[in-house]
């Protein structure tokens, strides 16, 4: 039989207290950056959609 | 870990709020063109049985293609069927309103006008309408484009958009396209 | 190389059967199924452009196209999706709840009846008698053998469902208490989504579709066919982006070196998708005669909703980047982002993914919009909107699972990522060469679902050189979906051998040592899916019944 790959390894790539030191110095500054990224995302998503609506929709005429 | 979780959700939850507004904004768009400007999706749900629209008072092969009623308002009437447009060519001005009415005896179709927002699907059993007004002129492509058979690629009609002095019924009301093209 | 190309340290001379994993077989056969699926999709979409294009293709009449787009629609949406899903579902299964995976004899006839079921409708399509597309409608109706087929894979798949759900009941039962690995979370908040989601098509399979293809029925309602369909056909695309999420989740912040900003919305967006992906189906039905504008508009609202999820995905996954981006050494408002380790095919394909939702996720914020479909129904943007979504953010992220688990098939690892990289950053550019000129045309008003235009009409002929482009796009899109399953195959022979770990999935920050039993399972969550549907879809089923429309005579073909 082959014995299962899955037993200890699974939590070795945390734990050691340099890694957690690096995790925290990294928790201080985040979300601040996602923040930014995803709002300028969002926002240029938001701009594209009322730029069509302005200058593609509503001047193609009413339809219902 | 000493990082705790409500500093994580509340971020989470803050972001959830700029995403919300987003929403907001685009549903409010949305609400004005549907009420203030009444551009809606068509949706007649409308009857006809699509095995005696021949027989039917509205959908006969001569009362096909615009027509100015009594009460003065335009409409066109088309029928979409494997593989043709029955007529293939409608007139109708600008700066008017303007009502096209479809429907199908077989499978589904469906229509746009090429640069306008004129859309339906043409499912058999109703008959599918749109009010529009076009604001501007020339031919226009009416293709069909819901897939209906091999024959579908060939489905292809024209709406001659006129401006509305070169719009002359004929003294019955009806109009038609002449030499297509 | 943290994930992927781990020196052999641990070589165990010899063993080149998988890393021990009992589903290894099973899921490589389910992936290489969904990739041969793949492989042919890819190469008959080319085809089909170029039909479609100014210039000559060969073979091009009509009868070859509709059989071409239906065998491509049909490939990537059932075959590739429901495979790949199923064989990753049993990875996932044993490797995030690290235990054998039950009822594996299951796994293999649910397996088996896809492989009956695919060819059934395979051969019923390339006989010509089955030009429908994937979506079917009737009245025009294949062969029954075609429907069987689909069934067959159906089938298969809700099997798969049962041994998902029954894996996690299994494991809880072993664990009291202890929160579901987020990645086995998320497969059974697919399997349980997909579940409510193939009601609607087999119901209409069932009792409307294949009765008319064999004859038995002559006359059928189309509105309630279309509505029935719609109940599927905005979930099942979810259903084809959960493992993407998946992957989002719980394994590109690992192969970035980092942890995941936050489990408990993971878990909240998985049960999102479960509530909001099916109550939405009638924006697809926005153009059509036979609902009312009030149901139209409240799945509109609907829809709205289910953006939310994806939006608070890209949230959480930038923020998982950020912290991997700072934990090495990025600084600043943008710094993090040039420290990501985009070398790693896991990260750069979401890096990519996120691309083209961005696009395919602005298309269908137009889509979605109510009065403003009609601006974009049917046309190329539609065929647009759903290949960056499809093609784009599910397929890549696909693709970046398959180089991520591929190692502990073949006990074998990359020795060279670089192979890999150009397959990823060829299909993006592909996707993005191809969609974007669909978009400008559908503007336009160029249609959807042609064989063939008529160049010598003036507003056709001035869209001939954006199709050429778009062909390009496509081509480049086969060069890579070849240049996929090469480095996939490669695997077998090349590379160093060892005995490579399972995928080690992604630590949150803070992991939860409990969550509360509705994140934790989905017993509650069925109950409001019920709710929301009988809300979205209770009328608009019903009014076929109390006010019964006429309805259509079936067109059976060939």
């Given at each position: 039989m082959v014995e299962p790959p899955y037993p200890e390894s699974a939590h070795d790539y945390a734990g050691d207290s340099e890694e957690l030191e690096r995790l925290e110095a990294a928790m201080d500054e985040t979300p601040r950056g996602a923040l930014v990224v995803s709002a300028i995302a969002v926002g240029l998503l938001l701009v594209g959609w009322l730029g069509l609506y302005f200058l593609v929709f509503l001047p193609r005429g009413p339809v219902g | 870990m000493p990082i705790n979780e409500s500093a994580i959700l509340k971020s989470e939850l803050r972001w959830a709020i700029v995403v919300g507004g987003i929403v907001a904004v685009i549903l409010i768009a949305i609400l004005y063109a549907a009420l203030a400007m009444h551009i809606n999706p068509p949706s007649n749900r409308e009857y006809v049985d699509p095995k005696t629209l021949h027989l039917s008072a509205e959908f006969t092969e001569a009362n096909l293609g615009t027509r100015v009623d009594p009460n003065g308002q335009i409409v066109a009437r088309v029928i979409a069927t494997q593989f043709e447009f029955v007529p293939n060519c409608i007139v109708l001005p600008a700066e008017r309103d303007v009502t096209l009415r479809f429907t199908s005896p077989d499978v589904i179709h469906g229509i746009l006008v090429s640069g306008t927002n004129v859309n339906t699907m043409i499912v058999p059993g109703y008959v599918a309408q749109v009010h529009t007004r076009f604001t501007k002129t020339g031919d226009l492509l009416m293709p069909?484009?819901?897939?209906?058979?091999?024959?579908?690629?060939?489905?292809l009609a024209t709406v001659r958009v006129v401006p509305p002095e070169a719009f002359r019924p004929k003294p019955d009301g009806r109009i038609a396209c002449g030499n297509p093209r | 190389m943290a994930t992927l190309a781990r020196p052999a340290s641990a070589a165990t001379p010899g063993r080149t059967e998988a890393a021990g994993l009992q589903t290894s077989r099973l899921v490589q056969a389910h992936i290489w199924v969904a990739i041969a699926a793949f492989g042919i999709a890819c190469l008959l979409g080319v085809w089909q452009m170029w039909a479609r294009s100014p210039l000559t293709a060969p073979y091009h009449t009509a009868a070859n196209y509709f059989r071409s787009v239906t065998l491509h629609g049909v490939s990537m949406a059932y075959v590739l999706t429901t495979f790949f899903i199923m064989g990753f579902g049993y990875y996932v299964a044993e490797t995030a709840l690290r235990r054998p995976l039950p009822g594996i004899t299951w796994a293999w006839a649910a397996f088996c009846m896809g492989i009956v079921g695919t060819l059934m409708a395979a051969l019923s399509v390339i006989s010509g008698n089955a030009s429908v597309l994937f979506t079917f409608y009737p009245p025009l109706t294949a062969t029954p053998w075609f429907y069987i087929g689909l069934v067959l894979v159906v089938v298969g798949s809700w099997i798969w469902c049962l041994l998902m759900i029954f894996a996690m009941r299994s494991w809880k039962a072993a664990n009291p208490g202890q929160p579901v690995p987020l990645a086995m979370f998320g497969t059974v908040a697919n399997a349980v989504m997909w579940l409510w989601t193939t009601v609607g098509v087999a119901a209409e399979l069932l009792f409307q579709v294949i009765p008319a293809a064999f004859g038995?029925?002559?006359?059928?309602?189309v509105g309630l066919s279309r509505t029935l369909f719609s109940w599927t056909l905005h979930a099942i695309v979810y259903f084809w982006l959960f493992p993407s999420y998946i992957a989002f989740y719980t394994m590109f912040p690992r192969a970035a070196g980092g942890r995941l900003f936050s489990d408990t919305l993971g878990r909240l967006a998985f049960i999102l998708f479960l509530l909001y992906s099916l109550p939405v189906g009638l924006h697809h039905l926005f153009m059509d005669p036979e609902h009312s504008n009030g149901f139209k508009f409240l799945q509109m609202f609907l829809t709205a909703l289910v953006s939310v999820p994806t939006l608070l995905t890209i949230f959480t996954i930038t923020a998982s980047a950020e912290i991997a981006g700072r934990m090495r050494g990025g600084k600043g408002l943008f710094g993090w982002i040039g420290a990501l380790p985009w070398d790693r095919p896991m990260v750069l394909a979401t890096g990519l993914a996120f691309l083209m939702l961005f696009w395919g996720g602005g298309g269908g914020l137009i889509n979605m919009s109510y009065g403003m479909n009609a601006m974009i129904h049917n046309t190329s943007w539609v065929t647009a909107h759903f290949h960056l979504i499809f093609g784009g953010t599910v397929v890549i992220m696909y693709q970046a699972i398959c180089y991520s688990i591929w190692p502990s098939m073949t006990g074998r690892h990359w020795v060279d990522l670089k192979p890999l990289r150009l397959q990823l950053w060829l299909w993006f550019i592909g996707m993005m060469v191809m969609t974007l000129p669909w978009h400008w045309l559908g503007l336009q008003?160029?249609?959807?679902?042609?064989?063939?235009?008529?160049?010598?009409n003036p507003i056709i002929h001035s869209w001939g050189p954006w199709v050429i482009v778009s062909l390009i796009g496509g081509i480049i899109l086969a060069v890579s979906a070849l240049l996929f399953l090469y480095n996939l195959a490669s695997l077998y022979r090349r590379g160093v051998t060892g005995s490579p770990a399972a995928i080690e999935y992604a630590r949150a920050?803070?992991?939860?040592?409990r969550v509360p039993a509705s994140l934790n399972g989905f017993g509650l969550w069925n109950i409001l899916v019920a709710l929301l549907m009988l809300l979205a879809y209770g009328w608009p089923i019903a009014q076929f019944f109390v006010y019964p429309p006429p309805e259509a005579m079936v067109h059976r073909l060939g």
């Open positions: - | 069909c484009h819901e897939f209906c058979g091999l024959g579908h690629s060939q489905m | 038995w029925t002559q006359m059928v309602d008003g160029q249609w959807r679902r042609v064989a063939a235009f008529d160049y010598s920050v803070h992991e939860p040592d």
